[in-house]
């Protein structure tokens, strides 16, 4: 499945952005989908995720409480609403799925291969 993050810009520390993830076309039905972030110089980290039922959702420890992931499976777009947003969120955000991630390893960065174009977010202190 292709995928295309939108929605980022600069803002200001403790404002808000949504994120936005559409499919070219595919449906996110029986996928887990994900974001991840990557900041200047370092490594892909995991954000958030929601199981491939829409069970379960999972969250870093660092956006807890301020991010919520939701998707819509009819538009077939994934969402990430960010909120009281600090500079170190800054970032170029992914999404992606997978229907063949295990369940323990849903934050690892290497169970997705199809991550498509990112979107930057940048947080002014």
């Known amino acids: 499945v292709q995928l295309q993050a939108s929605g980022g810009g600069l803002v200001q520390a403790g404002g808000s952005l949504r994120l936005s993830c559409a499919t070219s076309?595919?449906?996110?039905?029986?996928?887990?989908t994900v974001w991840f972030r990557q900041a200047t110089g370092k490594e892909r980290e995991f954000v958030a995720a929601?199981?491939?039922?829409?069970?379960?959702?999972f969250y870093a420890d660092s956006v807890k409480g301020r991010f919520t992931i939701s998707r819509d499976n009819a538009k077939s777009t994934l969402y990430l609403q960010m909120n009281s947003l600090q500079p170190e969120d800054t970032a170029v955000y992914y999404c992606?799925?997978?229907?063949?991630?295990?369940?323990?390893?849903?934050?690892?960065?290497?169970?997705?291969?199809?991550w498509g174009q990112g979107t930057l977010v940048t947080v002014s202190s």
């Open positions: 929601i199981w491939r039922d829409g069970s379960k959702t």
């Open positions: 992606s799925a997978t229907r063949s991630v295990i369940l323990s390893n849903v934050r690892v960065a290497s169970s997705y291969d199809n």
């Open positions: 076309g595919r449906t996110f039905s029986g996928y887990t």
